[in-house]
């Protein structure tokens, strides 16, 4: 099958599938590792796979993609405005017309190349320009643009969240990555949403696991954030890691992400209010990095107040780390499963018992082994990505949801018995 995949796609994920000198290449759409992912798995099964992202740095106001190849794959770099409103060039910016451009550019390539369908992961510029090609299509949504604009209320969010209301309006063949981001966003679509979940790759899910927890309180606590603001919720976090300490004062947290490294809001926050002992600010890394540093790692704290799926958490117990997360928030007790405590994560006195918590071997080795089978026989690429391909089939033969019920199995039915 040819399969189209519109997405955020870095070029540093896909290259290794791609012919030629890749350093000369846009740098494409960065955030979402997964994809590159699921199309590995894709193409691995024998599958043809065009993919269709946005990149800056391209020329404006043309509206040709620039094209890079390799064998059995062909990746898009549609251009992308730099501003969300303020004029650039000549030019408004994306947010002022709701991505016309960057939307005109990815449905004129999708009807150029003619995937035999298209998956389009979120429901904004991508999802819309998939509708707007007139090819079969999956749309899959990655967050609730609802709960988006609530914790960042702002003109860009509002026509982003108009944007999936349109999407999600028209959609006929949609899914979510968690049973909570389907519920949060049934209400917005007629078409039946089916949950699969975001897949992890085989050098997590296949690798073997040999933790050894520590026994003399040099506990390592991992933290993944990306922004100082509500919804990520980090200062709770760093107060019970500080409470935490003075019954543990060799336990080290480490923090990743935008806004955590040396010098940036958190340091200067936890300096501020003398909670930095203990703390390194490590910040961004490259995704790999990150990952050697998870498993380095002996327990992840994940004080998020919402998340859709919470890609950081699966990655970790994939890697036998067990996660404190909120019991509150969103899909995390979903995708934690027993592979972890879940607490109120806006109590810094409950992250610090559920810390203390974890020092207790047989509790940790218990959320260790559950962890690991939590994430690897439920969110592999290979179980993801058998229930995507029933989805491609079903609307490429342009199947009823009753007639795909009669007729071949349920594409999630692997996933029902998911809690």
């Given at each position: 099958?040819?399969?189209?995949?519109?997405?955020?796609?870095?070029?540093?994920?896909?290259?290794?599938?791609l012919d030629g000198d890749t350093t000369r290449l846009p740098n494409g759409y960065g955030g979402a590792p997964l994809i590159g992912t699921l199309i590995d798995e894709l193409i691995r099964r024998g599958h043809r796979v065009t993919a269709f992202t946005t990149s800056g740095g391209l020329p404006l106001p043309k509206h040709d993609c620039h094209i890079a190849k390799g064998p059995n794959f062909t990746l898009y770099y549609a251009p992308v405005r730099p501003r969300a409103f303020f004029p650039v060039g000549g030019f408004l910016g994306r947010g002022a017309d709701?991505?016309?451009?960057?939307?005109?550019?990815?449905?004129?390539?999708m009807q150029e190349a003619r995937p035999d369908v298209i998956h389009a992961h979120w429901t904004y510029e991508f999802g819309l320009a998939a509708l707007a090609s007139g090819l079969p299509h999956v749309v899959t949504c990655h967050d609730a643009p609802q709960a988006v604009l609530r914790y960042m209320p702002n003109l860009y969010r509002l026509v982003r969240y108009y944007m999936a209301r349109q999407c999600l309006a028209r959609a006929s063949c949609v899914t979510a990555v968690s049973p909570y981001l389907k519920n949060a966003?049934?209400?917005?679509?007629?078409?039946?949403?089916?949950?699969?979940p975001n897949p992890l790759p085989p050098d997590l899910t296949d690798r073997p696991i040999s933790r050894k927890p520590s026994?003399?309180?040099?506990?390592?606590?991992?933290?993944?954030?990306?922004?100082?603001?509500?919804?990520?919720n980090p200062m709770p976090a760093i107060q019970g890691f500080a409470r935490m300490r003075k019954t543990y004062p060799q336990a080290r947290l480490r923090l990743f992400g935008v806004d955590f490294g040396s010098g940036e809001a958190a340091q200067r926050w936890a300096i501020a209010h003398g909670v930095g002992d203990g703390i390194e600010f490590v910040g961004r890394l490259p995704h790999a990095e990150l990952l050697k540093q998870i498993a380095e790692a002996d327990v992840m704290l994940h004080p998020s107040l919402e998340e859709t799926f919470g890609v950081s958490i699966a990655e970790a117990m994939a890697l036998g780390v067990p996660v404190i997360g909120g019991a509150r928030s969103g899909a995390v007790p979903w995708v934690v499963g027993e592979g972890g405590v879940l607490v109120d994560v806006r109590d810094p006195v409950a992250i610090e018992s559920a810390l203390i918590g974890m020092m207790d071997l047989p509790i940790y080795k218990k959320c260790c082994e559950a962890a690991i089978l939590r994430a690897r026989e439920?969110?592999?690429?290979?179980?993801?990505?058998?229930?995507?391909?029933?989805?491609?089939?079903?609307?490429?033969?342009?199947?009823?949801?009753?007639?795909?019920?009669?007729?071949?199995?349920?594409?999630?039915?692997?996933?029902?018995?998911?809690?």
């Open positions: 099958m040819h399969i189209g995949i519109a997405a955020p796609i870095a070029t540093e994920y896909v290259k290794h599938l709701a991505f016309r451009h960057e939307r005109l550019a990815l449905t004129r390539a966003v049934q209400k917005f679509t007629a078409a039946p949403i089916h949950v699969i026994t003399s309180g040099e506990v390592v606590v991992a933290m993944v954030a990306n922004g100082w603001g509500k919804l990520k439920d969110f592999s690429v290979a179980k993801v990505a058998d229930a995507y391909e029933r989805h491609y089939c079903a609307v490429v033969e342009n199947l009823s949801g009753v007639e795909k019920t009669q007729k071949r199995p349920d594409p999630v039915s692997t996933y029902a018995g998911m809690k």
